[in-house]
């Protein structure tokens, strides 16, 4: 039975019993030529033998290189240790001797004098101690010290030296002679003192720095007592360390190996280098840590110590083995505690390099490296000589298959061998034939699969016109169905802005026609988003770039909100964190739209409670995993850079949301579970606004808990405006009455007689003189005819559309320059596009608002308008500070030091806060209530320049 496995048009046949190893090899083989597949195994076969030869060798040699150096680096600390204890044990040896003289009453503690001459015979031996010191409870003191210049003094300090410490030089004869200077010094306070004591046996006191020496000192100490058991004081020994580093220099450590010795707490006390024991630190010396040391394998040896042991040296109680690299080099390092029964306590370290002991096994290394080299030439040489006698046949069979498969099928193989190549020959023969009548049915089977894509293809690009027209069908449903809402809607919101100028008007009627109007702007929202959401979908949505005062633009989004949250009778506040930018670049409507989408939900949400309207600069540096709280700040200062991030996040205390509920929020037509009163709007609000937030390079991010409230927020990064100047603020069109100058000429061409009333209602009152046309045709005849000032035209009207009336305008001399205005319920910017190209001087979006249109007029017509305050005309801003202190005269104006708030909310337009503050000032007096209603009207039509004018006059008596 046999298994065939086919690959493309090669098949290979394996017998089931065959191992799978030897599947493998022929399957990899079969890929590669024969004379390879010869030679290769024997090259394999004598490389693996020289290499496993030369690596056993190798890591035999490495294997007692490791033993030699530990067997070297224990007998170097061996050495090291005998020779730093037999050291050591020579203050001891001074101290026994004193005791015992004092045990044996030859001396006493209280003979100074005798103590001086005994300390002195011991200081003359170099071979002992430099330096011998004993102090008493009462404070007294008596050393004897032998200087570096072999020159002894002694310091004593008793009943006659008036408690200072004096210094005098000393002679062979124990007499004292020159005075050479005093201090003030207490042995009961310094430290070798201390540890004697605390001690009660003999120890060793901490190691110091003796500065002008530049030399470290240990201090053996040892408590003396009476016979009785009774404490008579404290004998001690300044001994030099560097002698222990003279023996460490004197010790071949290999070629450039290296032993020191240091405390538990890292300090150096003695190494085979010549470097300074301390080092300088803040303008102070201090003791070196030996990962400070000068000599780089010491400070490299150190490090690596510590980070073996997660730098805790009291963890080594044993001997301690340890390999490290530095500098492309490998060292092996060996660290032994030093340590006897006068709690000493420290630790040997010895490093010896690796390479003064690897350099013969390398060049062994090396030795086989070259066998193998030349064995695989051999081999080799061999190995083609074998290839060659076995393929020569085979390559004549290849050439002839080469041949066949160029479709000469009388081709034969001219190969007479009884053996298996002969009959491969033979098998080459009779395939020729099957392959040509197996070619003939694949170029069948290839001309009928071509047919098959030929008409899938079809069918593909059947189906794509078919997608086409359907998206060319949801624009055009789109841009009709957004002209046949805007158009009554013009006339809606266009006649609730005429009526609230009505000056006869109650003020329940102006209630009534500003519901009229929010309704109207409620669809016309509803309408835009709808709209946005489609150019999103459609990637014909581009963000606009302009520079607008930051400040002025949040307070009034806050602003907005506020209102709806004041007819909820909920709390809202906006709270800037910390000091914002003056000016920013960004596209103010698309970042309005975000903002005021978020409050409205969470006020739309919210029935008790507050929301929270927070806006701070974060640091710009990415965050690790969450996104930080902002944190307040008082007064920060902005380095000069060219961007700043600010992070906008509302809070607040609604219904909350569930997590299912937050996976669906941000998807199109999707709202989360609401209360009855709450079901107005489509659900496209979030999901426009992640929308634009990723437009801007950002995320919208959310936290919702349910019945505790929803959190929103998202960081965006702005460019400074910093060539921007502060203009001022427009006036409210509320106030406007008229214009000055010669009366202006207005052309209104509009089909819808709804559309063409509104803007005559609004303009006629101001004193235009106004004629209409419904349609393209009509309006150019009476252009040519009356000569307007400027047209108001739509777009999209019979006969003749406002594309070709334009035109045409533009065609005739005397009305080249005659403003014209389109105006259109289609918003695409196609539309507004195809305007400018026709030669309009402006777009004018429906429902028409009444301030861009006398913006656009005051621009292209240079208008200065005259405005009605409080029953008296007033051209425009010319009327000086007499005629406005004149104007309130009949009010009482409280005190300027009464009006400082209301004047600094007025200087930054924080309109809620004005009406705060005018509240707070009626409160005070009742002769101030005219004044306050006066402050409140203004307030309401957003007139916070009005209202800087009638205060500012009388803040410059403050």
Not at 38 to 64: D, E, H, T
Not at 534 to 553: M, N, Q, T, V
Not at 735 to 740: E, L, M, P, R
Request: net charge negative; glycine share 6%; aromatic share 8%.
């Amino acid at each position: 039975m046999r298994a065939n496995l086919k690959t493309g048009k090669e098949s290979i046949d394996i017998l089931p019993e065959q191992s799978f190893l030897h599947c493998l090899m022929a399957n990899f083989f079969r890929h590669t030529p024969l004379r390879t597949s010869i030679v290769v195994p024997f090259l394999l076969q004598i490389f693996a033998v020289v290499g496993i030869v030369g690596w056993l060798s190798f890591r035999s040699g490495r294997r007692a290189v490791d033993e030699l150096i530990e067997k070297l680096g224990s007998s170097i600390t061996d050495r090291i240790e005998t020779q730093v204890k037999t050291y050591l044990d020579r203050p001891y040896l001074v101290h026994q001797t004193i005791l015992a003289a004092i045990e044996s009453e030859n001396l006493t503690t209280q003979d100074f004098d005798r103590l001086q001459c005994y300390f002195l015979k011991q200081v003359q031996q170099p071979t002992l101690v430099d330096y011998l010191i004993f102090g008493n409870e009462d404070g007294h003191v008596i050393a004897v010290q032998r200087l570096k210049n072999g020159r002894i003094v002694t310091k004593v300090k008793d009943e006659l030296t008036n408690g200072q410490r004096e210094t005098y030089g000393l002679n062979a004869q124990c007499e004292r002679t020159e005075f050479l200077g005093r201090k003030e010094y207490d042995a009961r306070e310094r430290p070798w003192y201390r540890a004697a004591v605390a001690a009660g046996q003999p120890t060793w006191g901490p190691i110091f720095l003796e500065v002008e020496a530049a030399v470290l000192y240990a201090s053996p100490v040892v408590p003396v007592y009476s016979p009785e058991g009774d404490f008579l004081g404290v004998l001690g020994v300044e001994l030099s360390l560097s002698q222990i580093s003279d023996f460490l220099g004197q010790i071949e450590i290999g070629s450039s190996g290296e032993a020191f010795i240091i405390e538990r707490s890292g300090e150096l006390i003695a190494s085979s280098v010549l470097e300074s024991p301390f080092r300088i630190e803040g303008g102070q010396q201090v003791r070196r840590q030996a990962i400070y040391s000068q000599e780089p394998l010491i400070r490299g040896t150190a490090n690596h110590l510590l980070a073996q042991i997660d730098g805790n040296l009291a963890q080594i109680l044993t001997p301690k083995h340890f390999s490290f690299k530095l500098n492309g080099q490998t060292y092996l390092a060996r660290v032994t505690p030093l340590q006897d029964d006068r709690d000493l306590d420290w630790l040997s370290v010895v490093v010896i390099p690796e390479a003064d002991f690897m350099e013969q096994i390398r060049q062994n290394t090396v030795n086989t490296a070259m066998l193998c080299v030349v064995a695989l030439g051999v081999a080799t040489y061999v190995g083609l000589l074998t290839g060659q006698w076995i393929t020569e046949p085979i390559r004549r069979l290849n050439a002839a298959a080469k041949q066949f498969s160029q479709g000469e099928w009388g081709r034969r193989v001219k190969l007479v061998r009884s053996d298996e190549l002969g009959e491969l020959a033979s098998s080459f023969n009779r395939m020729a034939a099957q392959l040509q009548s197996a070619f003939t049915r694949l170029q069948n089977t290839n001309e009928e699969l071509e047919r098959r894509v030929s008409e899938r293809t079809t069918e593909l690009q059947d189906a794509k016109k078919v997608a086409d027209r359907a998206n060319q069908a949801k624009s055009e449903f789109l841009a009709h169905m957004s002209h046949e809402l805007r158009t009554p809607l013009n006339g809606i919101l266009g006649y609730a802005q005429i009526m609230q100028r009505d000056k006869v008007a109650t003020p329940k009627q102006l209630d009534r026609l500003q519901i009229v109007e929010q309704c109207g702007i409620h669809l016309l929202t509803l309408i835009n988003d709808v709209l946005d959401l489609s150019k999103i979908e459609a990637g014909k949505l581009e963000l606009h770039p302009e520079d607008f005062h930051f400040e002025r633009f949040l307070v009034g989004v806050s602003d907005i909100c506020r209102i709806k949250a004041e007819q909820k009778e909920i709390g809202f506040s906006y709270q800037p964190l910390n000091r914002l930018p003056t000016a920013v670049r960004s596209d103010p409507k698309r970042l309005r739209q975000v903002l005021v989408n978020l409050l409205g939900n969470a006020v739309k949400f919210t029935e008790t409670g507050c929301v929270n309207f927070k806006v701070g600069e974060i640091d710009s540096s990415p965050n690790a995993k969450e996104i930080p709280d902002l944190v307040a700040e008082n007064d920060s200062s902005r380095s000069a850079a060219s961007s700043v991030k600010i992070r906008f996040q509302v809070e607040d205390t609604g219904i909350g949301m569930t997590p299912e509920q937050l996976q669906k929020i941000f998807q199109p037509f999707e709202q989360g579970e609401v209360q009855p009163q709450n079901v107005e709007g489509t659900g496209l609000g979030l999901a426009i606004g992640q929308k634009l937030v990723r437009m801007m390079d950002s995320e919208l991010h959310v936290e919702s808990t349910p019945g505790v409230g929803s959190k929103f927020w998202f960081e965006v990064e702005f460019p400074i405006a910093e060539s921007w100047q502060d203009l001022q603020i427009e006036r409210s069109t509320l106030g406007i009455v008229g214009y000055q100058g010669p009366r202006r000429k207005i052309l209104v061409v509009d089909d819808r007689v709804a559309n063409r009333a509104v803007l005559i209602d609004m303009l006629e009152p101001l004193g235009f003189e106004i004629q209409q046309a419904s349609n393209g045709r009509e309006g150019l005849e009476r252009a040519i005819a009356w000569q307007p000032s400027a047209i108001v035209a739509d777009l999209v009207m019979p006969v003749m559309d406002g594309f070709e009336m334009t035109r045409s305008i533009r065609q005739l001399p005397e009305l080249a320059e005659t403003i014209v205005i389109a105006s259109s319920a289609s918003v695409f910017n196609f539309n507004r596009q195809k305007s400018c190209e026709v030669g309009c001087s402006d777009f004018l979006p429906k429902p028409v608002r009444e301030s861009q249109l006398l913006e656009q007029l005051q621009k292209y017509l240079d208008l200065e308008w005259i405005y009605d305050r409080g029953g008296k005309l007033e051209e425009n801003d010319s009327k000086p500070p007499s005629s406005i202190e004149g104007e309130t005269s009949e009010l009482v104006v409280p005190l300027a030091t009464q009006m400082s708030a209301l004047y600094e909310a007025a200087q930054i337009g924080h309109i809620e806060r004005i009406k705060h503050e005018a509240k707070r000032l009626g409160e005070l007096d009742d002769r101030y209530a005219p004044f306050t209603k006066r402050v409140m009207d203004l307030a309401r039509s957003f007139e916070d320049e009005e209202i800087l004018e009638l205060i500012e006059p009388h803040m410059q008596k403050l």
